[in-house]
């Protein structure tokens, strides 16, 4: 559909008249002037058209036959009122005259109105998540303003262009939006939103630089616009690219009982800030494709976050099947501190089940967990994919995940070392996400049903080979955000010790 529009410049904009002078039509420009314009004044003085007072009471037929003849044509006998209005009723009365709608004013007014309806029609259906109903009318709106009076091109062609691009790349069809902002630019070279519109697209496409760049021409245009900052940043770390990471917490990232729907969902928030949970994203700075780890409590407000950095999640990680970690159904002894003393014995808190739903994220647990989170969290075989040691997930071009078996806090438990590109096909980890295998100075609980004290010695005796200097990052905010292997060494349990020693310590 060619959307192309013949851009006019618009008159620029006049005062009223601020004396009795007649406001006169110019017939080949379609443009009211003022005869007061000093401008026109010149002009028609250069032309030896002189102009006065007398003017006043002659028709615009009159007025027309004056100037297309040079002057030469001049009414014989302008009436002369017997008693002349005020010099305020006089103006009034000639731009009353000259601005009695025509045909063809009355078509431009149409198609303004036409253009406008379209427009909210296209509104209403962006609103109501109609994405393709809202494109057409949008398209339909921009056909149709073809025939726009010049002055109403830039609000009307503008506005609506900046709306079909938005559209299209919620549709994911970059190009498109990116022509769509290019419109809203050339409409309306100095509203910043067409500028955002054209950065947004540009961004989706990749293209960081040239992003970059309209972001700075929004916010040159509108210096105060946070969005806009916050955009380049974005964008300049996409340009680098690399590993991307992000560690959330209830209560202070996500799970904000401000921002809860009802009253089950702020008991949920409040359990999730007592239960001091981590929840990661991890993934490529430069695809901005993520996975998450640990997704519970407040899967919206993860999703949120998300995209408020421009990442798109494609899957859902846990570290372990526990609820606090995965969501699902409640056990017993924590069914009050989500439903109160009073409530049902029936919670599910949103984790995994809402990220493959609603998200579409590809579930990821260890194989030995797999029936479990299956039917914890309501999920399908489909949905879930089982990991078992040595297992690798890519991300994109800054790096991968590689999945290690630490057996103990829970039969499947894992540790996830990110891993950045380093030279060739060379791997270096950065960071490694422990679940609760290790917190500072400790590890998870070994006295639940299936924990396994021998298993975690083993466990923790094989993540001693990781580099010293490795940041670490536990599943709880019990001891701190994050330790380093070399510091649990020295302070926690990676300490040397002999396994009837740790079996000792562990009753």
Known sequence: MDLSVTLIPAPPPRSPPQSFWSALHKQDSNVVYDAKDEDLQAELLADDIPIGEHMLCWSDAQLRAYFESGGAETPSAPPTPSAPPSAEGQCAEKLERLELPSAEANELAETKVKCTELREQGNSLLKSGNLEGAADSYEKALLSSKSLAPADIPAIVSATASNLSLVRLRQRRCEDALTAAEMCILSRTEWPKGHFRKAEA???????????????????????????????????????????????????????????????????????????????????????????????????????????????????????????????????????????????????????????????????????????????????????????????????????????????HSGGSICLSVQAHSSGANFKPQLLIVGDTIFPGSCGRLDLPDSDKNAMYDSLLSLRAQDDSLPVYPGHAYSGASTTIGQEKQNGLLRPFSRQQWLMMHG
């Open 202 to 408: 540009l961004f989706e496409l990749r293209r960081y630089a040239d992003a970059i760049a309209a972001y700075k021409k929004a916010a040159e245009l509108d210096p105060a616009d946070k969005n806009v900052a916050a955009a380049i940043q974005i964008a300049t770390e996409a340009l680098k690219g690399g590993v991307w990471f992000r560690q959330l917490q209830p209560g202070r990232d996500i799970a904000l009982t401000q921002t809860a729907e009802n009253d089950f969902e702020r008991m949920v928030f409040q359990a999730a800030a007592s239960m001091q949970n981590f929840i990661y994203l991890v993934g490529d700075a430069a695809t901005r494709v993520c996975y998450v780890v640990d997704a519970c409590w407040d899967t919206r407000g993860i999703a949120t976050y998300a995209a408020r950095w421009k990442m798109r999640i494609e899957g859902s990680i846990a570290s372990h099947y526990h609820f606090d970690h995965t969501g699902g159904k409640v056990p017993a002894p924590f069914q009050a501190m989500i439903t109160g003393p009073f409530g049902g014995g029936n919670a599910m808190v949103p984790g995994l089940h809402e990220m493959a739903k609603n998200i579409k994220a590809r579930i990821y647990i260890h194989a030995c967990e797999v029936d479990r989170i299956r039917d914890s969290c309501k999920l399908q075989a489909s949905e879930v994919e089982p990991l078992k040691q040595g297992h690798i997930l890519p991300l994109g071009d800054a790096g991968r995940i590689l999945v290690l078996h630490t057996p103990g």
